[in-house]
T-cell receptor, first 114, second 109 residues
């Protein structure tokens, strides 16, 4: 139990579907992150939120849309995805963004695009 | 550009010692992290180094040389449960984590 919960664990969707990934952290952290993890590649940072404000968008296509209603919850809304978007999507949290603190990760959502 | 290099895969024997190396070139340095990730699970934090030298935590130790842009993770008395991927990440001057692709460690009986 890492204190970061992601749902669903697995998601299969067609290219025209709309779905959302959810992340919740119970650690009292103020920063939350979305990462994409593809096989044999480094983790790719997608979005960063600090105190509910988006501080980083790493040139992510607009078919990925994040939402952070409060410091404990983070969503990733998906629409019109492509086959190359199939990957493991990891959510993480940390005390703040500008601190030497480790990030704590959820187990991820395994996304498959048909 | 920023770059983190670590071996793709390593194999070791139960009870032995293994060293996983990581070299980095980044824009600034605010520390180096090691994470463990079992298949299908979350990466979990192992260690953090910001000063040169060796940090020991039980069976796991992590070493840093900032002048050489080099770190290693040392695992002693290997157990089957240590089979996992080990991720090296450097925090750059913007406090962003730059990640290596991970080293898959296979432990054989």
């Amino acid at each position: 139990e890492t204190g970061v919960t992601q749902t669903p664990r697995h998601l299969v969707m067609g290219m025209t579907n709309k779905k959302s990934l959810k992340c919740e952290q119970h650690l009292g952290h103020n920063a939350m992150y979305w990462y994409k993890q593809s096989a044999k590649k480094p983790l790719e940072l997608m979005f960063v939120y600090n105190f509910k404000e988006q501080t980083e968008n790493n040139s992510v296509p607009s078919r990925f849309s994040p939402e952070c209603p409060n410091s404990s919850h983070l969503f990733l809304h998906l629409h019109t995805l492509q086959p190359e978007d199939s990957a493991l999507y990891l959510c993480a949290s940390s005390q703040e963004t500008e601190a030497h603190q480790p990030q704590h990760f959820g187990d991820g959502t395994r996304l498959s695009i048909l | 550009g920023q770059n983190i290099d670590q071996p793709t895969e390593m194999t070791a024997t139960e009870g032995a010692i293994v060293q996983i190396n990581c070299t980095y070139q980044t824009s600034g340095f605010n520390g180096l992290f090691w994470y463990q990730q079992h298949a299908g699970e979350a990466p979990t934090f192992l260690s953090y180094n910001v000063l040169d030298g060796l940090e020991e935590k039980g069976r796991f130790s992590s070493f840093l040389s900032r002048s050489k842009g080099y770190s290693y993770l040392l695992l002693k008395e290997l157990q089957m449960k240590d089979s996992a991927s080990y991720l090296c990440a450097v925090m750059d001057s913007n406090y962003q984590l730059i990640w290596g692709a991970g080293t898959k460690l296979i432990i054989k009986p």
